[in-house]
Nanobody
Framework: QVQLVESGGGLVQAGGSLRLSCAASGRPFSSYAMGWFRQAPWKERKFVAAISGGGFSTYYVDSLKGRFTIPRDNAKNTLYLQMNSLKPEDTAVYYC?????????????????WGQGTQVTVSS
């Protein structure tokens, strides 16, 4: 079992930055690939970024490349999402997720554990 707790969301003006954190507990953190997803109001939950267990491979949705990064600190059992140049359309609840195995995944259904989500609101 893995427990995931997100933090760092909030209200930010367009053009600003936020760093989300996802603290994990349970099995060795490095044995899980991790991902971030987001869900805007009345929309489906969608892939944002993923990282392998060792942190050597990362994947991003094309529209966010260059603005978002997904580092992880395995010594601290923590996943991050650094979000820069935020836009109002980035407003959503952001979820971190863990998948068994070290290979990064991009499909929602391949993730086994989910956090409760953290709200990010970007004002124009």
């Amino acid at each position: 079992q893995v427990q995931l707790v997100e933090s760092g969301g909030g209200l930010v003006q367009a053009g600003g930055s936020l760093r989300l954190s996802c603290a994990a507990s349970g099995r060795p953190f490095s044995s899980y690939a991790m991902g971030w997803f987001r869900q805007a109001p009345w929309k489906e939950r969608k892939f944002v970024a993923a990282i392998s267990g060792g942190g050597f491979s990362t994947y991003y949705v094309d529209s966010l490349k260059g603005r978002f990064t997904i580092p992880r600190d395995n010594a601290k059992n923590t996943l991050y999402l650094q979000m820069n140049s935020l836009k109002p359309e980035d407003t959503a609840v952001y979820y971190c997720a863990a998948t068994r195995g070290v290979t990064a995944r991009i499909r929602l259904e391949e993730y086994d554990y989910w956090g409760q989500g953290t709200q990010v609101t970007v004002s124009s």
